[in-house]
């Protein structure tokens, strides 16, 4: 999800050049809410084997971990409000002319 991203980042150069640092780590935590609900889905509606199911929930877990770092670093960048968790994808209006992750 990382390197989506990263690419996604290059390729929208011109929009997010016109968001400040808050909206483009609100809509990173965002993306990495909606790969991380993505892979859960895949091993919830998915008859995956094993190997497979694991791999998709380590992946899930690993953009949970990503999510929570970024949260950290939006606080300590913006003082001590929290980033309001519930903001997630769900609650999140994307910028115009940036896709919704996931």
Not at 14 to 22: P, Y
Not at 61 to 77: A, D, N, P, V, W
């Given at each position: ?8 980042l ?8 016109k ?28 008859k ?17 971990i990503?999510?929570?770092t ?28 940036l896709?919704?992750?996931?």
């Amino acid at each position: 999800m990382l390197i989506y991203l990263i690419l996604l980042l290059f390729c929208m150069y011109e929009q997010l050049g016109k968001m400040n640092l808050k909206e483009i780590i609100r809509y990173a935590i965002a993306s990495e809410d909606a790969a991380k609900n993505y892979y859960q889905s895949l091993v919830k509606y998915l008859k995956l084997n094993e190997l497979v199911s694991h791999k998709f929930e380590f992946l899930a877990r690993e953009e949970e971990i990503h999510r929570k770092t970024l949260i950290r670093i939006y606080e300590e960048m913006f003082g001590p409000q929290k980033y309001k968790e519930s903001l997630g994808v769900k609650g999140y209006v994307f910028p115009p002319g940036l896709p919704p992750p996931g």
